[in-house]
């Protein structure tokens, strides 16, 4: 148990220098996800209590200097635009413009706010996200375009697969 506890730890001082540099809060909260769950979102009791552990753990995390200073509040923002500890809530990322122009032969058209940007579907062209209670909230998402989801508004972290080689 304590050599896991240590090799946790020696993971976690090691992924600091990096985000530092580089400033990218997303990939800082990425990398200290785990730590986040253990705040349970699926068996919270509320959103509040919820809320309070994340930000709880990421200020311990700055404090150690796992994660930039600067990124508290954002992967705080996270876990507050959360569905966790909400029974029957949603989330609702709704289109901010459209794909517009699609070419029949590649599918892939412009964003009417950025030409400059290609898309194949709204979603692409940039969004926000907000929880919604109830159907109610479901219909009103889906009325304005939205895609109904769970979990946190922000991006789910992805993971890298592993391979390993065995030689002979």
């Known amino acids: 148990m304590r050599f896991a506890v240590l090799l946790g730890i020696a993971y976690l001082t090691c992924v600091p220098a990096a985000l530092a540099q580089n400033g990218d809060c ?18 919270a009791s509320n959103h509040g209590r919820y809320v309070s552990c994340v930000a709880h ?7 150690d200097g796992t994660i930039p200073n600067n990124c508290r509040g954002k992967i ?12 029957g809530f949603v989330t609702c990322t ?3 413009s459209t ?6 032969t590649t599918l892939m058209g412009t964003c009417a706010n950025d030409p400059a ?12 996200c907000a929880t919604k209670r109830g159907e109610d909230g479901e219909a009103r998402c889906l009325e304005r375009g939205g895609v109904i989801g769970s979990g946190s508004c922000c991006a789910a972290c992805v993971t890298t697969p592993t391979t390993s080689t065995t030689l002979p």
């Not at 794909?99 to 029949?104: G, L, Q, R, S, V």
Request: charged letters at 30%; proline letters at 5%; one cysteine or more.
């Open 99 to 104: 794909c517009d122009n699609i070419d029949p």
């Open 26 to 43: 997303e990939e800082a909260r990425c990398a200290v996800q785990a730590e986040i769950n253990k705040c349970g979102c699926d068996g």
């Open 94 to 96: 709704i289109p901010i």
């Open 76 to 87: 705080k923002r996270c876990a507050a635009r959360s569905t966790c500890g909400k029974p």
């Open 117 to 128: 940007i290609a898309c194949d579907d709204n979603l692409d062209c940039g969004s926000r």
């Open 57 to 63: 753990a990421v200020n311990d995390l700055a404090k």
